[in-house]
């Protein structure tokens, strides 16, 4: 009986911990246009902590390049990544607030035999910052 007990609290925490180190990883959204660049970039950390950037530059634009930055603290729950900040966590240079952010996390599947490719990707489908909405960031 002990053994079992043992075996199953292994077995729990190996996927417990094994979920967060498949989602920890860079993703970015890379887009080109005619007459500009946009670049997001969203690092998320083993430690349940992450980073954002995002990088626009648009003829006409003022000013011609913006930076946004933002950071706080991740957690997957099934397949869904919870975005979280504090006060502590937003300054003079990161000043986005991702608090009630939700991506969706989808990954090719390990019992998957075929020889496609799928992209690991996080889709944000929730956030109280509109232009972040239907974003789908791709792991590098």
């Known amino acids: ?8 609290v292994i077995l729990f925490q190996t996927a417990l911990f094994s979920q967060s180190e498949t989602v920890s990883g860079t993703y970015q ?3 080109e246009g005619s007459n500009g660049i946009c670049n997001e970039t969203l690092t998320l950390n083993s430690d ?15 000013p011609p390049e913006s930076y946004t930055y933002g950071k706080g603290t991740w957690e997957l ?3 869904i990544v919870y975005f979280t900040n504090t006060e502590s966590d937003l300054d003079s240079k990161h000043t986005l607030d991702l608090n009630n952010t939700e991506a969706r996390f989808s990954t090719k599947s390990p019992r998957a035999k075929s020889s496609r490719e799928i992209p690991t990707t996080l889709r944000i489908f929730k956030s109280d ?3 972040l909405v239907g974003r789908n960031l791709v792991k590098e």
């Open 1 to 8: 009986m002990k053994q079992i007990l043992f075996f199953l």
């Open 29 to 31: 959204l890379n887009f």
């Open 48 to 62: 349940s902590s992450f980073e954002f950037l995002s990088y626009k530059k648009f003829d006409g634009m003022h």
């Open 77 to 79: 729950k099934k397949n």
């Open 129 to 131: 910052v509109e232009w």
